[in-house]
């Protein structure tokens, strides 16, 4: 399968913007760019999806070059309350890449300072 | 979030019990999910069921048996659990379009999982 790479940590401070970079080098063209945020003894929450360009909701930001080969998550201000871990993942659940949206790496575990 | 529910929240069971988790999803979607996630581990998928139909069995060993009954429920049977099975066990819904039809790509929606101790 296709492996996407994240930091494994980020340290912040509350307020700051936080960028965190994936990488997924063997991209198919059919493929969606999914974010969640993930709190202890939770289930992960979607954040955002996107395909190309630039994505923005209520939460963050998602940036994606021409080439697809990385995205970049934005989190805007942050607040103690976005300490978590964060997952990227590529595919398309009703393609034959749909078993990649499906697997979770072991994402960046964000810690937000005060 | 309130879209998928997962009962119970938390279970202790010794390894000879019999028990049952339960997921119910309330979004309309058409596929349901298991995952496994061990303490400082990624998530494992386990099982994948679209249209009430198996699809996926993550090589996961026969003391798991899952069960779909229809589209908004999802079980996960569980019976001679072995100490390392201890773990979160997350249960995900979401819609997905027909084989080869690509419309739209529904994200993943979580219950807060079942925390399992075997004893």
């Given at each position: 399968l296709a492996k996407t790479t994240q930091p494994i940590s980020m340290d912040s401070y509350e307020g700051q913007e936080v960028n965190i970079t994936c990488s997924h080098n063997n991209i198919a063209?059919?493929?969606?760019?999914?974010?969640?945020?993930q709190f202890p003894s939770q289930g992960p929450r979607f954040i955002i999806q996107g395909y190309k360009t630039k994505v923005t909701n209520e939460v963050a930001s998602l940036f994606i070059p021409a080439d697809r080969?990385?995205?970049?998550?934005?989190?805007?201000?942050?607040?103690?309350?976005?300490?978590?871990?964060?997952?990227?993942?590529?595919?398309?659940?009703?393609?034959?890449?749909?078993?990649?949206?499906?697997?979770?790496?072991?994402g960046t575990r964000l810690q937000v300072q005060p | 979030e309130t879209g998928v529910t997962q009962t119970p929240r938390h279970l202790v069971m010794g390894m000879t019990n019999k028990k049952s988790l339960k997921c119910e999803q309330h979004l309309g979607h058409n596929a349901m999910y298991w995952y496994k996630q061990s303490a400082k581990k990624p998530l494992e998928l386990m099982f994948v069921y679209n249209f009430k139909e198996q699809t996926e069995n993550n090589s996961v060993p026969s003391r798991f048996s899952?069960?779909?009954?229809?589209?908004?429920?999802?079980?996960?049977?569980?019976?001679?659990?072995?100490?390392?099975?201890?773990?979160?066990?997350?249960?995900?819904?979401?819609?997905?379009?027909?084989?080869?039809?690509?419309?739209?790509?529904?994200?993943?929606?979580?219950?807060?999982?079942?925390?399992?101790?075997?004893?």
């Amino acid at each position: 399968l296709a492996k996407t790479t994240q930091p494994i940590s980020m340290d912040s401070y509350e307020g700051q913007e936080v960028n965190i970079t994936c990488s997924h080098n063997n991209i198919a063209t059919n493929d969606y760019i999914t974010w969640y945020q993930q709190f202890p003894s939770q289930g992960p929450r979607f954040i955002i999806q996107g395909y190309k360009t630039k994505v923005t909701n209520e939460v963050a930001s998602l940036f994606i070059p021409a080439d697809r080969k990385s995205s970049t998550l934005s989190l805007p201000r942050v607040s103690l309350s976005d300490t978590a871990v964060y997952y990227c993942l590529v595919g398309d659940l009703g393609m034959d890449t749909g078993r990649r949206a499906l697997t979770f790496g072991s994402g960046t575990r964000l810690q937000v300072q005060p | 979030e309130t879209g998928v529910t997962q009962t119970p929240r938390h279970l202790v069971m010794g390894m000879t019990n019999k028990k049952s988790l339960k997921c119910e999803q309330h979004l309309g979607h058409n596929a349901m999910y298991w995952y496994k996630q061990s303490a400082k581990k990624p998530l494992e998928l386990m099982f994948v069921y679209n249209f009430k139909e198996q699809t996926e069995n993550n090589s996961v060993p026969s003391r798991f048996s899952p069960e779909c009954p229809n589209s908004s429920h999802l079980f996960l049977h569980l019976h001679t659990l072995q100490p390392e099975d201890s773990a979160l066990y997350l249960c995900a819904s979401s819609q997905v379009p027909p084989a080869g039809y690509r419309s739209y790509n529904s994200p993943l929606h979580f219950g807060n999982g079942t925390r399992l101790t075997v004893t």
